[in-house]
């Protein structure tokens, strides 16, 4: 059963500085989305990572999937206040369908 | 290009009742899969309908079921309401997407969701 763990589960970090949030998923997956979602709100696609190891920018966020390893990372370069939501990671699970597994998610809060 | 929509937004239910939620994905999207976001559980998997067939399903009583039209749009049911029923309730629609070299990967777009009060 695929189990996908993030760390860590609460992020308060200042502006201006740099941060990495860690999502390791336990079976093979040939995709790894990443989400953010604002309070009260739906979710937001960030980034999509496939089995090739791309490492995809948008922005202060930086995204890496290193298959072998079975880890994502997700990189916050000088953060800023807008950057402050819950940030979830979510694994395909193979088999057929689109079913994903998130992470517990990483509230974020960026203060001035 | 409208994105996925999802009604009603809010709803209010007592125990025992039943509810059935809609969501129409994005046009030309086939597949549609339901998750319950709860603060405790997190987000977790329902079901999936691709073509009016459900594909897989999550491990959730058979009090939630769901289907798929023919126009795509899918419908989610809840029976015998329980109070951890409450829970916003998220549909996604997927696409094959095309990348250069032959390879495609699907992209899951979100609904607004609704929020499910169990009293």
């Known amino acids: 059963e695929l189990k996908v763990e993030q760390n860590p589960l609460f992020l308060s970090m200042q502006e201006g500085k740099n941060y990495t949030i860690y999502c390791n998923y336990s079976?093979?997956?040939?995709?790894l989305y990443w989400y953010r979602q604002d309070p009260g709100k739906s979710l937001e696609s960030l980034f999509v990572?496939?089995?090739?190891?791309a490492v995809k920018q948008e922005g202060r966020l930086m995204a890496s999937l290193d298959t072998k390893a079975r880890l994502s990372t997700l990189h916050i370069t000088a953060a800023v206040h807008d950057l402050s939501a819950t940030y979830f990671c979510?694994?395909?699970?193979?088999?057929?369908?689109?079913?994903?597994?998130f992470g517990k998610g990483t509230k974020l809060t960026v203060n001035p | 290009k409208a994105g996925v929509t999802q009604t009603p937004r809010y709803l209010i239910k007592t125990r025992g009742q039943q509810v059935t939620l809609s969501c129409s994905p994005i046009?030309?999207?086939?597949?549609v899969s339901w998750y319950q976001q709860t603060p405790g559980q997190g987000l977790q998997f329902l079901f999936e309908?691709?073509?009016?067939?459900?594909?897989n399903k999550g491990n959730f009583p058979g009090r939630f079921s769901g289907r798929q039209f023919s126009n795509s749009r899918s419908e989610m049911n809840v029976s015998t309401l329980e109070l951890g029923d409450s829970a916003l309730y998220l549909c996604?629609?997927?696409?094959?997407?095309?990348?250069?070299?032959?390879?495609?990967?699907?992209?899951?777009?979100f609904g607004p969701g609704t929020r499910l009060t169990v009293t």
């Open positions: 996604a629609s997927s696409l094959l997407s095309p990348l250069a070299g032959g390879l495609a990967y699907y992209e899951q777009y």
């Open positions: 079976t093979t997956s040939d995709r």
């Open positions: 990572l496939l089995s090739n190891g």
């Open positions: 979510a694994v395909a699970d193979q088999g057929g369908s689109e079913k994903l597994v």
């Open positions: 046009s030309g999207h086939r597949s």
């Open positions: 309908y691709f073509s009016e067939t459900q594909r």
